[in-house]
């Protein structure tokens, strides 16, 4: 019988159970879908705290993230890597902003470092994650520290409550059911991925008046996004958005408009209007089950904080 049973196998039930296998607890995973299928397969991504709160619990989670992702950069196959940031604001900017306390190097741009047309921006480093070859390497690294996963869709929590004494909720926007919390509502958000024509920095528009522009280049291919539509549940790319997205990237970097199109995604952000859901509960069978969704545009970023405070959560509940 296994310690934990973590229910989802995104990046957040992916990173749990590693934590619990690699700190000692028998950790499997059940999952409807595996990883590739996911949400955590469309993120960007990059390491940054994006739609998700609440603010200080979001900061703690996001500054413990960092040391990981930033260890996992020096091995190529983990996907990560870290790059220059900038972000570009059409409005002067005389203060750091609100997630400064969680990043090491953010400063102000100077009036040079300003492209025409943006009188105000950020300046940092941030981790940047690969999500297709970063998922199949946390699976790789789960499985060879002793961990199953399991292709099974929950009806109810009931079900792993029978097999393990204790259960940890990384469904995502599945717990707007599974945990019946119409608080967790999707945030669509769609890309278009293109050959990188040479892209080297992270670059972000966000004061465009059509809406946001960001481009995210990986090693071979840059992510030229986004949308953040609340409340829809379509995850069918639209031509005409993706359009739209090209030419607002275009903008900041010209070469992007002639870049070989690979692939259009759209996925959907599970945003929780009463922020990130990190808390425990007894079930009616005598075990324990933890909740940990509604991560937002952040999941990927808070991944690594969130799955230390499980692991303690299940620290001073399970003696071994
Ligand atoms: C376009 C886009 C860009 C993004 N960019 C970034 C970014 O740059 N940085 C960042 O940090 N985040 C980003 N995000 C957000 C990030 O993708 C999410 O916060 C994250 O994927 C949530 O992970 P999760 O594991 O909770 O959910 P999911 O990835 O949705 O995983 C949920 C898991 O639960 C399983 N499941 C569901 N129902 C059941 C059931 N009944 N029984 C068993 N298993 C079940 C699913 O099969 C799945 O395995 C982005 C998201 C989108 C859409």
């Known amino acids: 019988m296994p310690d934990v049973l973590v229910i989802g196998g995104g990046v957040i039930g992916l990173t749990t159970a590693v934590k619990l296998r690699e700190s000692g607890l028998a950790a499997d995973i059940w999952t409807a879908e595996r ?16 739609r998700a ?27 990560v890597t870290i790059r220059e940031s900038l972000q570009f604001w059409r409005e002067p900017l005389t203060e750091l902003p609100w997630w400064a306390g969680a990043v090491p190097d953010v400063r102000l741009c100077t009036g040079s470092e300003l492209p025409p047309g943006f009188a105000g921006g950020y300046r940092f480093t941030q981790p940047v994650v690969t999500m297709p070859v970063y998922l199949r390497y946390l699976t790789e690294r789960f499985e060879r520290a002793g961990g199953s996963i399991t292709t099974k869709a929950i009806a109810s929590f009931s079900e792993p409550a029978a097999v393990a ?30 050959a990188n024509p040479g892209v080297e920095r992270v670059i972000a528009d966000f004061g465009h008046p059509e809406g946001e522009a960001y481009l995210i280049p990986h090693r071979d291919s840059c992510i030229l996004g986004g949308t953040g539509e609340e409340g829809e549940w379509d995850t069918t790319p639209d031509p005409e958005t993706a359009a739209k997205l090209v030419a607002r990237c275009a903008e900041l970097d010209p ?42 545009g952040a999941g990927v970023t808070l991944s690594w904080g969130c799955a230390e405070e499980v692991e303690s959560i299940l620290r001073a509940r399970i003696s071994r």
């Open 53 to 79: 709160s609440p603010v200080e619990r979001v900061l703690d989670w996001t500054r413990r993230s960092r040391a990981y992702f930033d260890a996992m950069a020096a091995d190529p196959r983990t996907g």
């Open 165 to 194: 004494p204790a259960v940890v909720n990384c469904t995502g926007l599945a717990s707007r059911t599974l945990a019946d919390d119409p608080e967790v509502v999707p945030v669509r958000g769609q890309w278009v991925r293109v």
């Open 255 to 296: 070469r992007v408009a002639r870049a070989t199109v690979l692939e259009h995604r759209a996925g959907l952000r599970p945003v929780r209007s009463a922020g990130v859901r990190l808390t425990a509960e007894s079930t009616v069978e005598g075990g324990l089950l933890v909740h940990d969704y509604g991560h937002g």
């Open 35 to 50: 990883a590739d299928r996911t949400t955590s397969a469309v993120a960007g991504a990059t390491w940054y705290p994006y």
